[in-house]
C-alpha cells in the first residue's frame, strides 16, 4: 500500500478539489508514515485536503530534517526494506519541486500558494 499523493484547487461553487497535478514520485510506501510524521512534526490524515500555505512549513522542515538530521530518522526505517529515509526524501523533495512548478509559472498555471491544497 502507498499514498497517493495530489495537489489540487477548489471549484468555485462547489465542495470539490480539482486534481490538477501529482509529484514525480507520487506514491511513497505507507512504511514510511512514522517517519514523514516525525520529521514533518505533522500528524497528517490520509485522504484529507490540506491548504498547501499551512502545510509547506512541515513539509520544507521535513525535508531539511532528513537531509541534516538522517540519522537521527534511521530508527523509522521499515523493518521490510520497503521505504529509507532516501526514499522519503526523494517524496517531500518531489512534492515539494511540484508545490513549485504550480505556484511559480513553470507549468501554464500560476496558482497563489492560498489557492492550491494537497492530500496524502
Given at each position: 500500500?502507498?499514498?497517493?499523493?495530489?495537489?489540487?484547487?477548489?471549484?468555485?461553487?462547489?465542495?470539490?478539489?480539482?486534481?490538477?497535478?501529482?509529484?514525480?514520485?507520487?506514491?511513497?510506501?505507507?512504511?514510511?508514515?512514522?517517519?514523514?510524521?516525525?520529521?514533518?512534526?505533522?500528524?497528517?490524515?490520509?485522504?484529507?485536503?490540506?491548504?498547501?500555505?499551512?502545510?509547506?512549513?512541515?513539509?520544507?522542515?521535513?525535508?531539511?530534517?532528513?537531509k541534516?538530521?538522517?540519522?537521527?530518522?534511521?530508527?523509522?526505517?521499515?523493518?521490510?526494506?520497503?521505504?529509507?529515509?532516501?526514499s522519503?526524501?526523494?517524496?517531500?523533495?518531489?512534492?515539494?519541486?511540484?508545490?513549485?512548478?504550480q505556484?511559480?509559472?513553470?507549468?501554464?498555471?500560476?496558482?497563489?500558494?492560498?489557492?492550491?491544497?494537497?492530500?496524502?
Amino acid at each position: 500500500m502507498s499514498y497517493d499523493l495530489r495537489l489540487g484547487v477548489k471549484v468555485e461553487g462547489l465542495d470539490v478539489i480539482a486534481v490538477i497535478a501529482e509529484p514525480e514520485y507520487s506514491s511513497p510506501t505507507y512504511n514510511l508514515s512514522k517517519m514523514f510524521r516525525a520529521c514533518m512534526d505533522w500528524d497528517y490524515k490520509q485522504g484529507e485536503w490540506y491548504n498547501v500555505k499551512e502545510v509547506l512549513p512541515h513539509i520544507e522542515r521535513g525535508i531539511h530534517e532528513l537531509k541534516f538530521n538522517s540519522k537521527a530518522y534511521k530508527k523509522y526505517n521499515p523493518e521490510n526494506g520497503w521505504g529509507d529515509v532516501s526514499s522519503a526524501l526523494e517524496a517531500l523533495e518531489s512534492l515539494a519541486k511540484c508545490i513549485e512548478n504550480q505556484t511559480n509559472g513553470w507549468t501554464w498555471q500560476d496558482i497563489p500558494l492560498e489557492h492550491l491544497w494537497m492530500r496524502w
